[in-house]
């Protein structure tokens, strides 16, 4: 990992020949974090420096708005070579986020062989297994033997992206079997692979959500896992970085869902214009929802005015059960999210989460009667009895609603992350102020 001692020092370096040399020899990954850092009119600089092979692998390393930055200044030729080179699944990705003139130009330069593979991945819709895999993989005929595939595999399939696993097919591309490199160099060279390769074929449909395949390869333990079409025709694979990549991509989602910021997809480092872009709407939107609570107030200004300490405990009632909505909320996406859960375990979730959230309200309940004793004059102390009552109340629902409608959202093939933790909290402060001022009204009646 590129230090922060090491970027001084890097930057530190005035003889461009030096940086030259001393770029290509550290990792692709650490060259993209050390180019990504420098001013803008610095990068290309630094870019050229590299080996075009080098040069390649930084590139997929890079940010898409960098990568953007590196195309406009750089020659033709040059991107072109570069993106000749980039693997078919790396390349679609990056086409994915440039303008779509570019993305034709860029296109028609590619040679035939790369620009079908590029078409094809481009060809199946965003999310989806056929978006994220690699047609670079190792297919294998029925009726090798053992010593012919090696042979093929070290002729042909040096570039591969993976040979950690071959896939046998039959005439027709058919997936029918699959054997690994260790049993290819552990069997005698005479054998057949359909004899020591596996029937059992664990495999990806084209139109299978990409968090089901990286769920897939987790529950397995697989460093890559195959991708058919509707015929069960073998056209790519997803290997174990892009399994990483997806699931990086479905938690930070679901997190800044659940924070309410538009898309889910903004960096730490997005330009201002693209973080305001992302969060006012829903800022905007939450000022909306909040006027409800605040209605909810509104006919009891008289009732706060005659009780001043309502004004005291409202915010720590709100604050409370907003809390423990988002505590229910993020558990129960998070679970969605890595399969620990489906729809099927709502009853079971809903329970362990109501006798959870019976304790927990008892204690917040007595927690804010016992505030409000302290607080309230002598006369108004009755309102401990009815604060105590609606937060341990609100609590409850909030429990409830923080594990159902994530559930529901998700029966209904919907994103759970889509209940996000203002809207919720919003919902239990205008429902919890409206029964808290309702009973304090009638409260007042009768004790006064």
């Known amino acids: 990992?590129?230090?922060?001692?090491?970027?001084?020092?890097?930057?530190?370096?005035?003889?461009?020949?030096?940086?030259?040399?001393?770029?290509?020899?550290?990792?692709?990954?650490?060259?993209?974090?050390?180019?990504?850092?420098?001013?803008?009119?610095?990068?290309?600089?630094?870019?050229?420096?590299?080996?075009?092979?080098?040069?390649?692998?930084?590139?997929?390393?890079?940010?898409?708005?960098?990568?953007?930055?590196?195309?406009?200044?750089?020659?033709?030729?040059?991107?072109?070579?570069?993106?000749?080179?980039?693997?078919?699944?790396?390349?679609?990705e990056l086409?994915?986020?440039?303008?779509?003139?570019?993305?034709?130009?860029?296109?028609?330069q590619l040679s035939p062989t790369e620009r079908q593979a590029t078409a094809t991945i481009l060809g199946y819709p965003e999310g989806t297994a056929g978006r994220v895999m690699t047609t670079e993989y190792v297919r294998l005929r029925q009726g090798l033997t053992v010593e012919e595939a090696i042979r093929k595999i070290r002729l042909t399939d040096q570039d591969k992206e993976?040979?950690?696993?071959?896939?046998?097919?039959?005439?027709?591309?058919?997936?029918?079997?699959?054997?690994?490199?260790?049993?290819?160099?552990?069997?005698?060279?005479?054998?057949?692979?359909?004899?020591?390769?596996s029937d059992r074929v664990l495999k990806a449909r084209t139109e299978m959500p990409q968090e089901e395949v990286a769920q897939l390869m987790k529950r397995y333990d697989l460093l890559a896992v195959p991708v058919v079409d509707r015929e069960d025709r073998l056209v790519g694979i997803v290997t174990i970085d892009d399994v990483v990549?997806?699931?990086?991509?479905?938690?930070?989602?679901?997190?800044?869902?659940?924070?309410?910021?538009?898309?889910?997809?903004?960096a730490a480092l997005s330009a201002p214009h693209v973080t305001i872009r992302k969060r006012l709407p829903w800022l905007m939107g939450n000022i909306v929802l909040y006027v409800g609570a605040a209605s909810a107030i509104a006919p009891f200004q008289k009732t706060i005015a005659l009780v001043p300490v309502l004004a005291v405990i409202m915010p720590i009632l709100s604050n409370a059960s907003g809390n423990v909505a988002i505590q229910a909320l993020s558990v129960t996406v998070r679970g969605l999210?890595?399969?620990?859960?489906?729809?099927?375990?709502?009853?079971?979730?809903?329970?362990?989460?109501?006798?959870?959230?019976?304790?927990?309200?008892?204690?917040l309940g007595l927690s804010l009667s016992l505030l409000s004793l302290i607080w309230s004059p002598p006369d108004e102390r009755w309102v401990a009895l009815v604060a105590g009552t609606?937060?341990?109340?609100?609590?409850?629902?909030?429990?409830?609603?923080?594990?159902?409608?994530?559930?529901?959202?998700?029966?209904?093939?919907?994103?759970p992350a889509l209940i996000s933790g203002p809207l919720l909290t919003t919902l239990l402060d205008a429902v919890g102020f409206l029964t808290f001022l309702t009973l304090i009204s009638i409260a007042l009646q009768v004790f006064k």
């Open 390 to 415: 609606v937060m341990a109340i609100n609590v409850f629902i909030a429990a409830s609603l923080g594990t159902v409608l994530p559930m529901g959202l998700k029966r209904l093939n919907l994103d």
């Open 245 to 266: 990549d997806i699931l990086e991509e479905e938690a930070t989602e679901d997190i800044q869902k659940l924070a309410g910021v538009s898309g889910g997809d903004e």
């Open 1 to 92: 990992m590129l230090t922060q001692e090491n970027r001084a020092l890097l930057s530190d370096i005035a003889d461009l020949n030096q940086l030259k040399s001393e770029l290509n020899q550290l990792p692709a990954v650490d060259v993209g974090d050390y180019i990504v850092e420098l001013p803008p009119e610095r990068r290309a600089i630094a870019f050229r420096l590299l080996r075009k092979d080098q040069a390649t692998d930084v590139f997929e390393y890079l940010p898409s708005e960098v990568q953007e930055e590196l195309i406009n200044s750089m020659h033709g030729t040059q991107v072109c070579q570069i993106v000749e080179s980039m693997r078919p699944d790396d390349r679609a």
């Open 337 to 363: 999210g890595v399969g620990e859960v489906t729809p099927d375990d709502t009853l079971q979730i809903l329970r362990k989460e109501v006798l959870a959230g019976l304790g927990t309200a008892v204690g």
């Open 95 to 108: 086409f994915d986020e440039l303008p779509a003139g570019v993305v034709k130009r860029l296109l028609q």
């Open 162 to 197: 993976t040979i950690y696993y071959a896939y046998v097919t039959d005439n027709n591309r058919k997936l029918v079997q699959v054997v690994s490199l260790r049993q290819l160099l552990f069997s005698l060279p005479n054998v057949l692979i359909q004899d020591i390769a």
